[in-house]
T-cell receptor
Framework: GAVVSQHPSWVICKSGTSVKIECRSL??????MFWYRQFPKQSLMLMAT?????????EQGVEKDKFLINHASLTLSTLTVTSAHPEDSSFYIC??????????????FGPGTRLTVT | GQNIDQPTEMTATEGAIVQINCTYQ??????LFWYQQHAGEAPTFLSY????GLEEKGRFSSFLSRSKGYSYLLLKELQMKDSASYLC???????????FGAGTRLAVHP
């Protein structure tokens, strides 16, 4: 099946610094990728939709200037958490949908990135 | 608005059968997914229903009724490794994205 990778798998950073998380589709092209955040014992909350070659679409309540998304190629999307604070500590997961008969079908999830801000 | 409801927690015995229900209200509907997620890991795909009826995959089955906005995931011959969170997600065509329920934490006991 399709594979999506994320890097790094975990990161610890100091408050006020920025952290970049990469999401790659390894064996298929993804014009769209999704970024989710998950707090402990909670479900996945969609943060934004990353579109190759255009601006990302952010969900209500997500600060676009704080969570910078760049989708520079058909296989790579990056999420940069700028000026991170302890409340940004979370599990960040990306996913990429596959296309079946010109319609989106299954989403493949990356393994996730555990961010801890101290 | 969009709303997906599923029970928060369930417990079951090894070897038994458990049914996890999911009800949804969304704008547009292009299918319903069930994912399994172990703690600290990403979700893994279990099933996809877009038409009414039952889809069977080994020990796992998923049912959909679009008119009732209802789905369930049926797990048979439960094993200890089935202890995980089960996420119901609706593919909302109007928004082109997956909307997740809060998830059901299933604990399987010997």
């Amino acid at each position: 099946g399709a594979v999506v990778s994320q890097h790094p798998s975990w990161v610890i950073c100091k408050s006020g610094t920025s952290v970049k998380i990469e999401c790659r589709s390894l064996d298929f092209q993804a014009t769209t990728m999704f970024w989710y955040r998950q707090f402990p014992k909670q479900s996945l909350m969609l943060m934004a939709t990353s579109n190759e070659g255009s601006k990302a679409t952010y969900e209500q309540g997500v600060e676009k200037d704080k969570f910078l998304i760049n989708h520079a190629s058909l296989t790579l999307s990056t999420l940069t958490v700028t000026s991170a604070h302890p409340e940004d500590s979370s599990f960040y997961i990306c996913s990429a949908p596959t296309i079946y008969r010109d319609r989106w079908y299954e989403q493949y999830f990356g393994p996730g990135t555990r961010l801890t801000v101290t | 608005g969009q709303n997906i409801d599923q029970p928060t927690e369930m417990t079951a015995t090894e070897g038994a059968i458990v049914q996890i229900n999911c009800t949804y209200q969304t704008s547009g509907f292009n299918g319903l997914f069930w994912y399994q997620q172990h703690a600290g890991e990403a979700p893994t795909f279990l099933s996809y229903n877009v038409l009414d009826g039952l889809e069977e995959k080994g020990r796992f089955s998923s049912f959909l009724s679009r008119s009732k906005g209802y789905s369930y995931l049926l797990l048979k011959e439960l094993q200890m490794k089935d202890s995980a969170s089960y996420l119901c997600a609706v593919f909302s065509g109007g928004y082109n994205k997956l909307i997740f329920g809060a998830g059901t934490r299933l604990a399987v006991h010997p």
